[in-house]
Nanobody
């Protein structure tokens, strides 16, 4: 059974930093491309960041580029998202996702496995 479990969400002040993580089990983690998506209140789920299975390739949504950093530890089957200089518009439920696809990484439909999400709230 494949499981993705996010943790680390919470309340953070605007301009601050927060890190969320996603521990996986039941899949060969090192062969999966991993991504973070988020769903702001009342909006659709959107792409945030992706990291290749080797960890050498990353890509970010324009809205978080330069502020967020995705990383992975294949020995721990874990993917991380470090968020800095957070803004109120970063408030959302953050989801990690896994895929073996090599294209269309910014589309939610490309991902087979999803976590349950973790809430991140940025206060003014």
């Amino acid at each position: 059974q494949v499981r993705l479990v996010e943790s680390g969400g919470g309340l953070v002040q605007a301009g601050g930093s927060l890190s969320v993580s996603c521990v996986t089990s039941g899949l060969t983690f090192s062969t999966y491309t991993m991504a973070w998506f988020r769903q702001p209140p009342g909006k659709e789920r959107e792409f945030v960041a992706v990291i290749s299975w080797r960890g050498g390739g990353t890509s970010y949504a324009d809205s978080v580029k330069g502020r967020f950093a995705i990383s992975r530890d294949n020995a721990k089957n874990t993917v991380y998202l470090q968020m800095s200089s957070v803004k109120s518009e970063d408030t959302a439920v953050y989801y990690c996702a896994a895929t073996t696809r090599s294209t269309a990484w910014n589309f939610a439909a490309s991902y087979r496995y999803w976590g349950q999400g973790t809430q991140v709230t940025v206060s003014a």
